[in-house]
């Protein structure tokens, strides 16, 4: 089993930034490949980013490239979604996400990722 708890979410204006944490406990965080997650009222859960369990790879959906950063620290149990230039359209509870490591793949499917954390909201004001 792996716990995950993410934290950093909040309230900030059209431009602005905001650093989503996701700590994790349980088996070896090393051993898992991880993910960031959305979803807005009446949507779908969809993906944002994804990294390989050692960091080497990365991936972001087409809507937050180039604005978002995702990164974690093994020492530290800990994965990490940099946000900047945030829209409006970021508005969303946002989840992180552990599913068992594959070499160094990184995946945007859902079904694919074992252990969900609670969410954290985010509201990104016009």
């Known amino acids: 089993q792996v716990q995950l708890v993410e934290s950093g979410g909040g309230l900030v204006q059209a431009g602005g930034s905001l650093r989503l944490s996701c700590s994790a406990s349980?088996?070896?965080?090393?051993?898992?490949?991880m993910g960031w997650f959305r979803q807005a009222p009446g949507k779908e859960r969809e993906f944002v980013a994804a990294i390989s369990s050692s960091g080497s790879r990365t991936y972001f959906a087409d809507s937050v490239k180039g604005r978002f950063t995702i990164s974690r620290d093994n020492a530290k149990n800990t994965v990490y979604l940099q946000m900047n230039s945030l829209k409006p359209e970021d508005t969303a509870v946002y989840y992180c996400?552990?599913?068992?490591?594959?070499?160094?793949?990184?995946?945007?499917?859902?079904?694919?990722?074992?252990?969900w954390g609670q969410g954290t909201q985010v509201t990104v004001s016009s």
């Open positions: 996400a552990a599913r068992p490591a594959v070499f160094y793949s990184v995946s945007s499917q859902r079904d694919e990722y074992d252990y």
């Open positions: 349980g088996r070896t965080f090393s051993g898992y490949g």
